[in-house]
């Protein structure tokens, strides 16, 4: 499609488990975020990568989150030990090129719940 | 560190009027500013962007301003429809990397009644 898709759309862990949500970019955009959002609130910053390169994860809440994109195309987002705080939409974004000053292009997220 | 604030109370508008949603920010300045539309269960899309050394923008029905001395930003709909209802999120650009990434406020929420 033309869009970014994430998948799952839903996903239910008990807490402990580990999770991995996955994020497919528009084709050719260098420029991968991710974000989470809480009910009610905006979306906060995790981690970025410029092609397969993570040039800032200052947003990841702990060292049980990981994210790769190991062909600058394709990202994965990696909760593991998942805790019942971890329960949110986590959203992918892509755009085209590297920097800011650009659109960003968002999937519909993956809604965790976390038992 | 950085702070967005918008307006936390629904707005409710009838059909017709112009909506104007507010986006306040501290403790920094940010060289553009984006405007994103969520729908319920949906991602953000975005609206508008708009740089620093530009009073205003404007995309058929939508306006946007930036005011750099105030630290604000107003977001304008004008003769407002029952489908412009949705949350609306404010994203100044990040600060201090020049990655792009985005700080976005809690958002407003639209009810535009017919």
């Known amino acids: 499609g033309a869009g970014v898709s994430q998948s799952p759309r839903y996903k239910v862990a008990k807490r402990g488990q580990d999770v991995a949500l996955r994020c497919d970019p528009i084709?050719?955009?260098?420029?991968l975020f991710w974000y989470q959002q809480a009910l009610g609130q905006g979306p906060e910053f995790l981690t970025y990568?410029?092609?397969?390169?993570?040039?800032?994860k200052s947003g990841l809440p702990s060292d049980r989150f990981f994210a790769e994109r190991p062909e600058g195309s394709v990202s994965t987002l990696k909760i593991q030990r998942t805790q019942q705080e971890d329960s949110a939409v986590y959203l992918c974004?892509?755009?085209?090129?590297?920097?800011?000053?650009?659109?960003?292009?968002f999937g519909d997220g993956t809604r965790l719940s976390i038992l | 560190s950085q702070k967005i604030e918008q307006n936390s109370e629904a707005l409710n508008i009838q059909e017709g009027k112009t909506a104007t949603l507010t986006c306040n920010y501290t403790n920094y300045s940010p060289a553009y500013l984006q405007w994103y539309r969520q729908d319920p269960g949906r991602g953000p899309v975005f609206l508008l962007l708009?740089?620093?050394?530009?009073k205003e923008k404007r995309k058929e029905r939508l306006k946007v301003t930036f005011d750099t001395t105030l630290k604000q930003s107003l977001f304008h709909i004008t003769a407002s429809q029952p489908a412009d209802s949705a949350t609306y999120l404010c994203?100044?650009?990040?600060?201090?990397?020049?990655?792009?990434?985005?700080?976005f406020g809690q958002g407003t929420t639209l009810q535009v009644k017919p």
């Open positions: 990568f410029q092609n397969e390169a993570q040039l800032d």
């Open positions: 708009i740089r620093e050394n530009e």
């Open positions: 994203a100044p650009e990040g600060g201090s990397s020049n990655t792009g990434k985005l700080i």
């Open positions: 084709s050719g955009h260098v420029s």
């Open positions: 974004a892509s755009s085209m090129w590297t920097g800011g000053n650009q659109p960003q292009h």
